[in-house]
């Protein structure tokens, strides 16, 4: 059974960092891809970045980038997400979704929430000064 588990989460001022982790087990790692997703309070779910494993392709839609980079190690079967110049509207809860798609499918793809059966807890990200 797929599993995910987000951590790195936390409170933090403004201008701040975080690398929040993804650890994933129970499914074959490298043929997957793995999406960072956050929702903020009163505010729809909406994807932040995601990565193809097996070749360690990005992808982050034009409202994420710049302060968010997405990377993974293998070897530890995780994800994770680096979050530089944390600013208010980031505060949100974070969530990691996993899903074995083709690799012809367009990578905007992956910035849709259905296209993800798996899910994690999520870890709470609060920014404040």
């Known amino acids: 059974q797929v599993q995910l588990v987000e951590s790195g989460g936390g409170l933090v001022q403004p201008g701040g960092s975080l690398r929040l982790s993804c650890a994933a087990s129970g499914f074959p790692f490298d043929f997957y891809v793995i999406g960072w997703f956050r929702q903020a309070p009163g505010k729809e779910r909406e994807g932040v970045s995601a990565?193809?494993?097996?070749?360690?392709?990005?992808y982050y839609p034009d409202s994420m980038k710049g302060r968010f980079t997405i990377s993974r190690d293998n070897a530890k079967n995780t994800v994770y997400l680096q979050i530089n110049n944390l600013k208010l509207e980031d505060t949100a809860v974070y969530y990691c979704a996993a899903e074995l798609i083709p690799a012809d499918v367009p990578n905007s793809w992956y910035m849709n929430r259905d296209a993800f059966g798996s899910w994690g807890q999520g870890t709470q990200v609060t920014v404040t000064s």
């Open positions: 990565i193809r494993i097996r070749d360690g392709s990005t």
